[in-house]
């Protein structure tokens, strides 16, 4: 691992929030290790931009902020197949406190995750135990009204997610 961010591991000592993560897969209760993010390779119509292989847990602190970083991955269910919802399970860390974690900031200043300073994604680089905490149903509000956002807070402007995202909680577990 690269020294700087053993370093920053190691020196962090921030209060870390609940964070969530979203799958359409309703059996991942169990403990969680690190990988490459299926997406990591961010893919538009037009143009790719390229992250680094960092073999991670992608959390959020919010589940509409969650719903927008997987957005690439997903927007055809809305944007082509004109889905009127779409439902996702919710995992969140059982975290111990001996967990290396990035937080947003230093995932947009090492340039690991383009989008992370507008999905306030916190990665996880250690196994970790993910509990199944709800079922939620986001409902499609694609009007072509989309975020806006800078690659890393100061690169190629590009169209993020849709701007109003509607989040029902149908189960808690």
């Known amino acids: 691992m690269n020294k700087l961010i053993q370093w920053l591991l190691e020196s962090n000592s921030i209060s870390i929030p609940t964070l969530y993560h979203i799958s359409f897969n309703g059996n991942l209760e169990k403990i969680w290790y690190p990988q490459n993010?299926?997406?990591s390779n961010f893919s538009s119509k037009?143009?790719?931009?390229t992250e680094p292989?960092?073999?991670?847990?992608?959390t959020s602190d919010s589940l509409e902020k969650c719903f927008q970083a997987i957005y690439p991955n997903v927007y055809r269910y809305f944007e082509e197949e004109n889905y009127p919802y779409m439902e996702f399970y919710v995992y969140s860390p059982i975290l111990n406190g001996n967990e290396k974690i990035l937080v947003p900031e230093e995932l947009t200043r090492l340039k690991y995750v383009h989008d992370a300073h507008m999905t306030n994604e916190y990665c996880i680089l250690t196994p970790v135990f993910?509990?199944?905490v709800m079922k939620i149903r986001i409902?499609?509000?694609?009007?072509n009204k989309f975020l806006k956002y800078k690659e890393f807070g100061t690169g190629k402007e590009r169209s993020f997610a849709p701007d109003n995202i509607i989040v029902k909680v149908i189960e808690k577990y």
Not at 46 to 49: C, F, G, L
Not at 139 to 143: E, I, L, V
Request: hydrophobic share 25%.
């Open 139 to 143: 409902k499609n509000t694609n009007k």
């Open 53 to 58: 292989d960092l073999p991670r847990i992608s």
């Open 130 to 132: 993910m509990k199944k």
């Open 37 to 39: 993010p299926a997406g």
């Open 46 to 49: 037009n143009n790719a931009t």
